[in-house]
């Protein structure tokens, strides 16, 4: 007999050999052997005889292709998963590989590594989808920021070391622009702060505080930091116990970058770092600060706090300039901040640009003007008998006019100085003086006047004034060294001679890698398991009261901690600066002053090294110098005049123009639209456009106020504030409906007229109105020229899903006469355990679904359909429907229920119905 329709549902795949076999040894004749007629056909015995899906395909429905949406990782590191996959679709569409956030690095560059590596392994009888050109999310938000985000400018005080964004680092403005995370702390902005003026900000650590990142202070930085850039931060600390801290910065996943770990004394300290952040770095850090967490009740008090991109070679000013912005005037108010006029003889208005492309002053000089005192500007300022004064300011004139600096009294006595004859292109004039007792007194103000010659009409335009006493360090060479270094083997060019190690669980040699010319590479052994275990010493006597500075270079294979320390005889130390090791070489300095405090007669100075090592961890050691301090420390790179220590940056932005932005963003998108076509000429399928319709209103995405939930407009101010989620980026919202049109032409431009270019969005199956909204989206495009080949549908459904929607929504895509594609199909149960009706249910869906595709969408438009990924496998629904079981197969890659009913659907026919027992037989036995 045959049992033809004797279907039970499928509970597990786990049992499909044990329980079955049980059945066929219960029914198995008395010579054991098996009749057709001896075994029911069970669907989880069906399984076992149904061919792959692809096989189906090609034999039922050969006009389309079956695919699957796989993680290309995954494909690439799991030989079962990749089988499983090749033996059974025509198709593969990568879940995230070829989006933009995938693809595209901070700099704009394009990365293919996983791309290169999963087209390397596909099967050449398999195609691949390509998903996709453009979305809403999963878009490189760092980079196509940066490309509109206004040019800032940060006017960096004398002496400072980075372009410093921080305007609040004082906290003169209490904690205004500061955030804390993990704030298991009290705080209170109090005075004085750490110059004796001015405020600082105290925390007071909480009992509940157990950990670093317990406690952590950041400034927001309003953009993202740039691989490859290098930065510079600084702050001033005190503790009351020597409480540690260190410099991080996190993204908005509250995962970091870590630097450097400081510990402050009980007086202020002074600290400092740089850093360049790596290409292997996260790219998404959005802010950086401190964190100082893990001993409760301990106190840390923090002060003038900068941070930003580092100053390299700046040149030194020449004077303390006092006349600050007023210089640049960069009125927008029609005031004129401090300046006067005498003897005006001229009309004036600011105009743009300037020297360096913002506003100057034009002076028109009327015709009463005759002498050179006619046309006169001053700002004031009193000059002391004695002190040299230097000027600078760049001018021009369309006249040929000429310029002369000047100082004057109340009554009008004047010094005068250079004269310059000025061209019709700005030129820097620049001098100096010293204030003796023979020049007019009380001079009161300076600045130049010009109305010699002048004609009725004739213009000068000034700008960037500068005055102020002399810089005295101005001109000066820097010194080599913030210290008068005693270390004459440093560079270990004559190996390890000077040196001794204590504790030496290590091995060591020389080698010729080092940061400049040769180094000291240490591998470490089994026996090292403390920081002291890995010493390293070069003799010197200190003495109490002296301030020293060290600095070395140094790296590691294995993220070893190094930290400088003192020792006595008696073994007993100093303990400053630790740092955690880079695999490249990272520079390493600080300084300190020996108190009568700490342990007497010290006698070398050095490093150690062997906290939390691993047997055979390598660290190399180049360019150790030691010594008394300098006064005047090289560390600044440059020595310009001394400043009020709070003085904020000042910031400005130049905007672009909305067409500016456009032709930027149209460029970014073109670039990567043909750098994926060129690199992968043989994907010939694509997602241009995916998911451009929004729920809700099922306007355009971007457009009229149309954002996902929790964006919305973006705002500039003081910069450029998206307000959108990471890698967020609404396209439209900058290139209006254009940017559908652009996508395509750059789409069908690189990717070839035989190439087919697809539109797709989910729930369609449910939404008429957002489906009729993709399809005059699809029209907009083509009444612009551009050919749109197809439109996907993604079918994120569940068991719910009726026959009627899914033929309404196939009817209406079929109607439009294009390509209709099922792009990621996954059918839902509600559960990680589904019973056996819920899988019952599962495999009717699908097998739905398949049939109404065939019946209501004409042969000649049948793209295929796409399942969305492989197996109910966690690695695959991490992100995905995470706690469900929505695939073909089950997490062990077993073949579910919903693989026959799909495979049926396929066919349009009970394949199992042409099974007989001997097909069973053959499937669970082999020939000995």
Excluded at 325 to 336: A, H, L, S, V, Y
Excluded at 357 to 373: K, P, R, S
Excluded at 586 to 598: A, I, K, L
């Amino acid at each position: 007999m045959k049992y033809n329709k004797f279907i039970l549902p499928f509970a597990a795949c786990a049992l499909l050999f044990t329980g079955c076999m049980d059945e066929i040894m219960e029914w198995q004749e008395p010579d054991g052997s098996i009749t057709e007629a001896d075994i029911p056909l069970q669907d989880a015995e069906a399984l076992a005889n149904y061919k792959t899906i692809k096989e189906y395909a090609a034999e039922y429905v050969p006009g389309m292709k079956i695919g699957l949406g796989l993680g290309a990782d995954l494909y690439i590191e799991d030989p079962a998963y990749r089988e499983i996959a090749d033996a059974n679709f025509q198709m593969f569409t990568t879940g995230n590989a070829m989006k933009h956030s995938s693809v595209v690095k901070a700099n704009g560059e394009l990365n293919f590594a996983t791309i290169d590596a999963f087209m390397e392994l596909v099967p050449s009888d398999i195609e691949v989808y390509g998903h996709n050109f453009l979305w809403h999310t999963q878009q490189k938000q760092q980079y196509l920021k940066s490309l509109i985000a206004p040019e800032m400018k940060v006017e960096v005080p004398q002496g400072e070391k980075c372009e410093n964004v921080v305007t609040n680092g004082g906290f003169e403005d209490g904690t205004n622009g500061w955030t804390g995370l993990w704030g298991k702390y009290t705080y209170a902005v109090e005075q004085p702060g750490r110059d004796g003026t001015g405020n600082a900000i105290h925390f007071t650590i909480s009992p509940e505080c157990a950990n670093q990142w317990d406690a952590q202070l950041f400034w927001s930085l309003g953009d993202f930091l740039v691989p490859g850039e290098t930065y510079y931060y600084e702050f001033y600390a005190k503790s009351d116990c020597g409480l540690a801290c260190q410099f991080i910065g996190q993204n908005a996943a509250y995962s970091g970058i870590y630097k450097d770990t400081f510990t402050p004394g009980t007086d202020w300290t002074f600290f400092s770092g740089e850093f360049t952040l790596g290409e292997t770095e996260l790219a998404d850090i959005e802010r950086v600060g401190l964190q100082f967490g893990g001993d409760p009740g301990a106190q840390i008090w923090f002060d003038d706090f900068k941070f930003g991109k580092k100053l390299e070679n700046v040149e030194p000013e020449k004077m303390i300039n006092i006349v600050g912005e007023d210089g640049k005037f960069e009125w927008t108010d029609g005031t004129t901040g401090q300046w006067t006029g005498l003897w005006g003889k001229y009309t004036y208005q600011v105009v743009s640009p300037g020297y360096e492309g913002n506003q100057a002053m034009e002076f028109t000089l009327t015709a009463e003007c005759a002498n050179q005192w006619d046309a006169q500007l001053f700002y004031p300022v009193n000059l002391e008998v004695g002190k040299t004064y230097a000027y600078s300011f760049w001018a021009k004139s369309d006249s040929a006019l000429n310029v002369q600096f000047i100082g004057q009294n109340e009554s009008y006595a004047g010094i005068y100085k250079d004269a310059f004859d000025l061209p019709a292109d700005w030129i820097l004039c620049e001098g100096e003086f010293t204030y003796t007792e023979s020049d007019p007194e009380a001079v009161c103000r300076v600045g130049v006047q010009f109305g010699r010659s002048g004609s009725a009409g004739a213009k000068f335009y000034i700008d960037d004034f500068k005055f102020g006493e002399k810089n005295p360090d101005y001109g000066k060479e820097e010194p080599s060294d913030p210290m008068i270094n005693v270390v004459t083997n440093g560079g270990f060019e004559a190996g390890a001679e000077g040196w001794t190690g204590l504790w030496g669980k290590y091995t060591y040699e020389t080698d010729a890698a080092g940061y400049d010319g040769q180094c000291l590479a240490f591998t470490l052994t089994a026996e090292c398991a403390n920081q002291w275990d890995a010493q390293l010493f070069w003799p010197v006597n200190l003495e109490v009261g002296k301030t020293y500075a060290y600095s070395y270079w140094a790296k590691s294979d294995s993220g070893l901690n190094v930290q400088f320390i003192g020792q006595n005889e008696s073994y007993s130390g100093i303990y400053k600066e630790s740092f955690d090791l880079p695999s490249e070489w990272f520079f390493c300095s600080g300084e300190f002053t020996y108190t009568e405090s700490d342990p007497e007669a010290l006698c070398r100075v050095g490093v150690q090294f062997g906290k939390a090592a691993s047997e055979g961890a390598k660290f190399w050691i180049d360019e150790f110098k030691f010594g008394e301090k300098i006064a005047t420390p090289a560390s600044s790179r440059r020595y310009l005049a001394p400043k009020p220590q709070k003085a904020a940056p000042t910031i400005t932005y130049i905007y672009k123009t909305p067409e500016e932005k456009k032709e930027l963003l149209l460029g970014a998108m073109e670039s990567w639209i043909r750098q994926m076509a060129e690199h992968l000429p043989t994907v010939k399928c694509w997602d241009v456009i995916n998911e451009p319709i929004i729920d809700g209103s099922h306007g355009w995405r971007g457009l009229d106020g149309n954002f996902s939930e929790g964006d919305s407009a973006p705002v500039e101010n003081n910069g450029l504030t998206l307000n959108w989620e990471s890698d967020r980026w609404y396209w439209a919202y900058y290139i209006g409906q254009e940017y559908a049109r652009k996508a395509f032409e750059y789409a069908r431009k690189y990717c070839g007229e035989d190439a087919k270019l697809f539109v797709n969005d989910y729930g369609l199956e449910s939404s008429a109105g957002k489906l009729d909204a993709l399809i005059k989206f699809v029209q907009y495009i083509e009444d612009g020229g551009h050919r749109v080949d197809g439109i996907g549908t993604q079918m994120h459904v569940s068991t719910s899903i009726t026959k009627e929607k899914v033929d309404a929504m196939f009817k209406t895509m079929a109607a439009t006469g294009k390509l209709v594609r099922v792009t990621e199909l996954d059918v839902q149960v509600g559960t990680a355990n589904p019973s056996a009706d819920q899988l019952l249910a599962q495999a009717q869906t699908y097998r739905m679904i398949m049939e109404s595709y065939k019946e209501n969408v004409p042969e000649a438009q049948q793209s295929g359909i796409t399942i969305w990924t492989l197996s109910d496998n966690a690695a695959e629904h991490e992100f995905w429907l995470n706690g469900d079981a929505p695939n073909l197969f089950d997490a062990n890659y077993g073949r579910k229920l919903a693989y026959k009913y799909f495979c049926d659907g396929i066919a349009g026919k009970d394949i199992s119905e042409e099974f007989d027992g001997l097909d069973w037989k053959n499937a669970v036995h082999t020939e000995e």
